[in-house]
């Protein structure tokens, strides 16, 4: 099973981003998917199976609920990558269906709660402001910053900085700050260029970080700590306590959901 397809609450993590892409605005979904994720493709086309059943049943609410989730035709694309050569590569597969313009990356393994306006929208109106590439951006401890991006950074307002360099999982002695990247990613389309060169990087892998650092040569980047709660849904203690954190904030099940936690709670 993709873990883009394990479910928070009762969402797939997939989802839940698509969700946070489309309030900010975004209009057309590229997915880069691999061997065995067609479960993903599927996801975001008619059931007509699902349909049938469910009007046969008068669940008209549910129905209208799946009609009202399902993305527009040609909204979609869907690319693949061949060979899990790292994020870079899986960028540069999307080249042909992104074209020459600025375009958002989301990773779906990491989910942002926010109360407000969700992280890319947030994103959206600094790039608004000050144009180029936008990074969001989250504090980790110091001994744990070998497993991110992580940047350096000139003199900000506590939210938003002006990126001046960045490297791909540095030791703690060598990192420049405790700042990572999210996953989240507002980026011009000369990065495709960039990856094209195919040069790999930590892990033996085509780092999207080691293309940035190139492209910050040339192009202004900002980072903002967006407002809200990360959630990496790659390790097994952030998924489980997104769970929580969005199982408590449903209307339908948190009374329930939070009587629950407390009898398991010693």
């Known amino acids: ?29 590229i997915f880069v998917t691999g061997r065995g994720k067609g479960v993903i493709e599927d996801h975001f086309d008619r059931n007509f199976e699902l349909d049938r ?18 993305p527009l035709a040609g909204q979609t694309s869907f690319t693949r990558q061949q060979d899990p050569l790292g994020l870079g590569h899986a960028v540069w597969c999307a080249r042909e269906l992104v074209g020459n ?9 990491v989910l942002v709660k926010s109360d407000g306006k969700g992280c890319l929208a947030q994103m959206m109106d600094v790039y608004d402001e000050h144009g180029g590439n936008i990074l969001a951006v989250e504090e980790v401890p110091k001994e744990a910053v070998s497993s991110y991006g992580i940047l350096s950074v000139g003199e900000g307002d506590g939210k938003i900085f002006p990126v001046d360099g960045m490297v791909e999982k540095p030791a703690p002695e060598d990192a420049p700050s405790n700042l990572s990247i999210l996953g989240r990613y507002i980026l011009q ?7 094209s060169n195919q040069e790999t990087g930590a892990g033996g892998e085509i780092q999207i970080t080691d293309a940035m650092l190139k492209l910050l040569q040339d192009q202004p980047f900002h980072a903002i700590k967006c407002d ?24 339908d099940l948190a009374e329930q959901f939070e009587a629950e936690i407390r009898r398991l709670l010693p």
């Open 228 to 251: 809200g709660t990360a959630y990496d849904c790659g390790s097994k203690i952030g998924f489980l306590a997104a769970n929580v954190a969005y199982g408590l904030d449903r209307e």
């Open 101 to 109: 313009e600025p375009f958002a990356l989301i990773l779906p393994d």
């Open 189 to 195: 389309p000369e990065i495709f260029e960039i990856l």
């Open 53 to 70: 059943t469910l009007a046969e049943r008068g669940k008209n609410e549910a129905l209208a609920h799946l009609n009202d989730e399902l």
């Open 1 to 29: 099973m993709p873990k883009e397809m394990l479910t928070v609450v009762d969402r797939p993590l997939i989802q839940h981003v698509v969700d946070e892409a489309i309030a900010a605005g975004i209009e057309h979904l």
